[in-house]
Nanobody, 124 residues
Framework: QVQLVESGGGLVQPGGSLRLSCAAS????????MGWFRQTPGKEREFVSS????????AYADSVKGRFTISRDNAKNTVSLQMNSLRPGDTAVYFC?????????????????WGQGTQVTVSS
């Protein structure tokens, strides 16, 4: 049974940093790309970042490029999202997801398993 569990969300002031982690279990982690998405009430889930199976290829939404960094540890079955220079507009529930293939993808339809989400609130 595929399971993805996010952690690391919370309340942070503008300009601050948070590190989200996602622990995966129930499948061969290194055989799939992974992604992070976010969602706010009344809006569709949006792509944040994706990383290929081996970690050599990454992709970012324009809104987070240069501020967020995705990484993975295939030995520990984890994927992380380091978020720096946070802005109020980054406030959302952040979801970890497993891609259907080895390769990065920005589309939600390319992902077949999702975590429960972790709340990130950026506010003074």
């Amino acid at each position: 049974q595929v399971q993805l569990v996010e952690s690391g969300g919370g309340l942070v002031q503008p300009g601050g940093s948070l590190r989200l982690s996602c622990a995966a279990s129930g499948y061969t982690f290194s055989s799939y790309a992974m992604g992070w998405f976010r969602q706010t009430p009344g809006k569709e889930r949006e792509f944040v970042s994706s990383i290929s199976w081996g970690g050599s290829v990454t992709a970012y939404a324009d809104s987070v490029k240069g501020r967020f960094t995705i990484s993975r540890d295939n030995a520990k079955n984890t994927v992380s999202l380091q978020m720096n220079s946070l802005r109020p507009g980054d406030t959302a529930v952040y979801f970890c997801a497993r891609a259907r293939t080895l390769y990065v993808d920005i589309n939600t339809r390319a992902y077949d398993a999702w975590g429960q989400g972790t709340q990130v609130t950026v506010s003074s």
